[in-house]
């Protein structure tokens, strides 16, 4: 079994150069493309068809925390492979290395997210057109996660795990935050606790009401998921954020302004408002959402065929 020595966050983790059998793949790894604080995600080649490239994350398991997370994450890809608007699990191992253990996902290669695209296109703002198609698959993917039973909250929706795949699909990512726990928290200690998983685990500019103030009482459900899309759509129209992501005050007051330019059409501005309310039960569910757009209508205008996936 392929041995190697954890790494620390920011160094040369040594695995460059490697070839590495990992479930009925080997792959050799190449260049390292992205890193987090105890992960970092490579470039991978197919040994046995040179022309495939994957994404090979690989993670430092500390805790049986981390390890949740990380089983987690697999068993929300395995459960959703096939959609074309999730990042594909090829395979994946977890290691046993002296006193923690490593996981390795091979993943499929997408070269650009959503945040790249928005911060190199200047003040080029998207056409109509453009944002409806990126919206279509971000929608589709939390469909699919709303879908099943029980709903798959991501938690953890934003732009940097939007991936643009090689088909020309944009497909979500990194599912280690996701929930399926929706619950109302009344004891303090239990507060403390999801207080404690929410800073850690989502992303403040796109954090809910709901996950900012837990003394509301308010189901905390897949809704949350609503309210991030609501800040991702701001996002991919204006190229800014709707709320500074740091001001608790800001999000639980609503203080948001729809800038004057561009311009887009009244149902999207509408569709903003709407994911964007202040209370879970105020938002609508992600076909709703979808239907707020005329899902149908926009589908023939940009010529997309529904998949069984599909929020149509």
Known sequence: MWRFKP????????LEGRTIDIGNLKVHVRNAIAEGGFSCVYLARDVLHGSKQYALKHIIVNDEESLDLVLK???VMKSLKGHPNIVTLHAHAILDVGRTKEALLVMEYCDQSLVSVLENRGAGFFEEKQ?????RDVCNAVFAMHCQ?????HRDLKAENLLLGSDGLWKLCDF???????KRFEKPEEMGIEEDNIRKHTTPAYRAPEMWDLYRRELINEKVDIWALGCLLFRICYFKSAFDGESKLQVLNGNYRIPELPKYRASIIDLIRDMLQSS???RPDITQASALLDWPFIC????????????A
Do not use: R, Y
């Open 131 to 135: 944002v409806l198609l990126i919206f």
């Open 300 to 311: 023939i205008n940009l010529g997309v065929v529904p998949c069984k996936w599909s929020v």
């Open 7 to 14: 790494f620390m966050p920011k160094e040369q983790t040594g």
């Open 176 to 182: 280690g935050s996701t929930s399926t726990n929706h």
């Open 280 to 282: 879970p039960d105020a």
């Open 73 to 75: 994450e697999i068993s």
């Open 149 to 153: 039973s029980p709903p798959i909250a």
